[in-house]
């Protein structure tokens, strides 16, 4: 029998079975391990980032309904602070209406107590002209004869001058 061909072919099968094993070995060592430990490393990142990321999406969301709260308060507090300034303007308005108003029934009231004094001015004028002009007529009539003809005379002529005196003392004060 051919044991020698046997063994022959059981040693190669046996070489090739002990260098198929030592290279799965040193595969296992050299490959496997620092592949499965790179995977593992990377795995273990991949989750932090994603841990990270969920965070950070969570911070912005709470950021943005913070910013939007913060929004609406300043949009809130603005349309306060702009019916304050209207509702102060038209305090303001209707303060400066009153004072103006005020001023006006002063300024009517003293041009009224001005005209007031001026008329009786005039009038004290015209009764202080008016009485010289009968004293003066009297004069006139009393220095002559009392004639009808001429009475009537000196108190048309005396009628004449009161009304232009008059006529004149008015347009004069005015």
Do not use: C
């Amino acid at each position: 029998m051919e044991w020698g061909r046997i063994i022959d072919f059981n040693w190669t099968l046996l070489i090739t079975l002990l260098q198929f094993a030592v290279l799965l070995v040193l595969l296992r060592f050299i490959l496997w391990k620092p592949t499965l430990q790179y995977l593992d490393k990377r795995r273990e990142l991949i989750a932090a980032r994603m841990t990270a990321a969920k965070t950070s999406e969570e911070k912005a969301s709470e950021l943005v309904g913070k910013r939007e709260a913060e929004l609406a308060a300043a949009k809130k507090e603005s349309a306060q602070i702009l019916e304050e300034a209207r509702q102060r303007g038209e305090k303001s308005v209707a303060d400066a209406k009153a004072r103006a108003r005020e001023e006006a029934d002063r300024i009517l009231a003293d041009a009224r107590t001005q005209v007031e004094h001026e008329r009786e001015h005039v009038l004290a004028d015209l009764k202080a002209q008016y009485a010289e002009m009968v004293v003066l007529g009297t004069e006139r009539v009393l220095s002559r004869e009392v004639r009808i003809e001429d009475h009537r005379k000196l108190l048309d002529q005396l009628l004449a001058e009161i009304d232009e005196v008059a006529l004149h003392g008015v347009k004069d004060d005015s």
